[in-house]
C-alpha cells in the first residue's frame, strides 16, 4: 500500500517562497510523482510531476519558471520549491503518485495525500 505525505504549507506575502515536501512509502515505486492544487470553487489542476527513476520533470504552464519538483537522489521525497508566489496560487497542494506515466491527468494518478494548505497574500 502506498502512502503520501504532504508537509510544508503555510501563509507568506506576494513574492515569498515555499517548499513543499511529499513523503512516498510503500512497498512499490511510482512512475512519477505528481503535484496538483485545488482552490475554492475551483476543479484540481496539475501543477508539476516527476518521474521518480531519471526524475524528468513536466510543468503546467502558469507555473512560468517559478516552481521546481525535485528529488534528492536515493530518498523518497519529491519537493516542489515555489518561488515568487502570487495570491493565484493560494490552493490546497496535493501529491499523488502514478504508475501511468508522466502525466498531468489527476485520473492517471491512484494514490494521493491528504493536502497541505498555502496561502499567498496580496
Known amino acids: 500500500q502506498v502512502q503520501l505525505l504532504e508537509s510544508g504549507g503555510g501563509l507568506t506575502q506576494a513574492g515569498g517562497s515555499l517548499r513543499l515536501s511529499c513523503v512516498h512509502s510503500g512497498r512499490s515505486l511510482p512512475y512519477a510523482v505528481g503535484w496538483f492544487r485545488q482552490a475554492p470553487g475551483k476543479e484540481r489542476e496539475f501543477v508539476a510531476a516527476l518521474t521518480w527513476r531519471d526524475r524528468r520533470a513536466y510543468y503546467a504552464d502558469f507555473v512560468e519558471g517559478r516552481f521546481t519538483i525535485s528529488r534528492d537522489l536515493g530518498k523518497a521525497i519529491v519537493a516542489l520549491q515555489m518561488n515568487n508566489l502570487k495570491s493565484e496560487d493560494t490552493a490546497v497542494y496535493y501529491c499523488?503518485?502514478?504508475?501511468?506515466?508522466?502525466?498531468?491527468?489527476?485520473?492517471?494518478?491512484?494514490?494521493w495525500g491528504q493536502g497541505t494548505q498555502v496561502t499567498v497574500s496580496s
Open positions: 499523488a503518485a502514478t504508475t501511468i506515466g508522466l502525466t498531468k491527468l489527476a485520473a492517471d494518478y491512484g494514490d
